[in-house]
T-cell receptor
């Protein structure tokens, strides 16, 4: 079974500081990995996804994530935090389904707070 | 505008009542999904459908039912058998057929259900 662990349910950074959100996965097959962002009372928006094409994946809003197989990690980073980055972030591992589509297994999320 | 709509945004229900949550997509996606979100628990898969007139149970299907009579619609019924139905419900869709593990799921804005 696949699983995702997000270390730190709450992370606080100063505006302009580095953002680092941690994600470790467990998968018996080469994984597909996703990061989503959720603003209060809204749905999830895709930030980026890893599909084995490149280990460093660039996403929207200046975020990027690096796939490290040896560490089974897919940490999300942004060089300089902005107030608008305050949200909840979810890491997910994907398993393809026979017949099409996929099953996402989500981590429990990390709430990012950005302070002035 | 292509996307996923969910209605209503907020729903209140008395104990013992069934309630149906709507999910519609105009992305021409084959696969659709329902998730439940509880604080601190991430998202959990309730049901998914890969094609019209077919659907499969997810990880927490007990107390829920779905139908897929049209490609663009995937309503979820929360029955009185669901012991703890108060939660945020999210619908998603993806291309589905042949997309496999790299398939991207796009989410609707969610419905917050409260049982009084």
């Amino acid at each position: 079974a696949q699983s995702v662990t997000q270390l730190g349910s709450h992370v606080s950074v100063s505006e302009g500081a580095l953002v680092l959100l941690r994600c470790n996965y467990s998968s018996s097959v080469p994984p597909y990995l996703f990061w989503y962002v959720q603003y209060p009372n809204q749905g999830l928006q895709l930030l980026l996804k890893y599909t084995s094409a490149a280990t460093l994946v660039k996403g929207i809003n200046g975020f990027e994530a690096e796939f490290k197989k040896s560490e089974t990690s897919f940490h999300l980073t942004k060089p300089s935090a902005h107030m608008s980055d305050a949200a909840e972030y979810f890491c997910a591992v994907s398993e393809g389904l026979t017949g099409g589509g996929n099953k996402l297994t989500f981590g429990t999320g990390t709430q990012l707070k950005v302070e002035l | 505008d292509g996307g996923i709509t969910q209605s209503p945004k907020y729903l209140f229900r008395k104990e013992g009542q069934n309630v149906t949550l709507s999910c519609e997509q105009n992305l021409n996606h084959d696969a659709m999904y329902w998730y439940r979100q509880d604080p601190g628990q991430g998202l959990r898969l309730i049901y998914y459908s890969q094609i019209v007139n077919d659907f499969q149970k997810g990880d927490i299907a007990e107390g829920y039912s779905v139908s897929r009579e049209k490609k663009e619609s995937f309503p979820l019924t929360v029955t009185s058998a669901q012991k703890n139905p108060t939660a945020f419900y999210l619908c998603a869709s993806s291309m589905g057929v042949l997309a496999g593990g790299a398939d991207t799921q796009y989410f609707g804005p969610g419905t917050r259900l409260t049982v009084l």
